[in-house]
DNA sequence: GCCCATAGTGTCAAAAAGGATACCGTGATG
DNA sequence: CATCACGGTATCCTTTTTGACACTATGGGC
């Protein structure tokens, strides 16, 4: 049973993790606490994400009703990502992560968030 | 890169969960919460954990210093789980999660902590 | 005519995580 | 003598996740 598949068992607190699991989610949210973003100035602010990857949990915290995804029909493309409600909803918990890591994590890039 | 090896690099977020990550980490961290408990009473408490899971997830939490496991010498064996210091400190991040759980994910399962 | 940028998709393969099952040693219990 | 409970290991296999890389459409600038 994959994260994704178990949505609808388990408790709260892994049903809720699930959401934010895989590799760059929670960075997205993170980056996107401070506004909308393009899909390209996310590649850019998080370069180890390929672009696959980026697309792929960006569907997913869309499908999951995290974020919102606005397409501009012009050319070039433009899309641009933002938190949902929902979104908004978990600032206090990736807020909660990051609190932890800047005290316990104290390395020398574990601040440079 | 897998969330194991990605300590050391990244942001404090991306850090911090993948202490958390893992399927049951957070289970157990969030049995834990209400006391010491032993290795088969995490079992009874998380039934759908294989042993194999229960113990890896065990050593990783303990190697990340969330847990501390003693071992009393008897027949037959008596091993005993508890959060460590450290692990304590995750409480509020725990808790984060769940409160938003429970007040997102509004099914009738997802209370049954 | 060619290249650039944007925001992707598709395919393939590797790596990691997770699960099933069987096994171990010991002492008490039946 | 066989069985049980405890707290694991070891091995094998499947599923999931992630990564590399190539490819697409369009319009504008050179």
């Given at each position: 049973m994959s994260h994704r598949a178990m949505e609808g068992t388990g408790c709260s607190v892994e049903r809720t993790?699930?959401?934010?699991?895989?590799?760059?989610?929670?960075?997205v949210l993170y980056k996107l606490l401070r506004g909308t973003l393009r899909f390209n100035e996310l590649r850019r602010l998080i370069p180890a994400v390929t672009q696959r990857m980026l697309t792929h949990q960006l569907r997913e915290l869309e499908?999951?009703?995290?974020?919102?995804?606005?397409?501009?029909?012009?050319?070039?493309?433009?899309?641009?990502y933002a938190l949902s409600p929902r979104g908004w909803?978990?600032?206090?918990?990736?807020?909660?992560l990051k609190h932890w890591g800047d005290a316990n994590l104290s390395s020398s890039e574990a601040k440079a968030a």
């Open positions: 993790l699930s959401l934010i699991d895989g590799k760059w989610k929670i960075v499908a999951d009703g995290l974020i919102t995804r606005t397409v501009y029909a012009q050319v070039p493309p433009r899309v641009e909803s978990l600032e206090p918990v990736i807020l909660a």
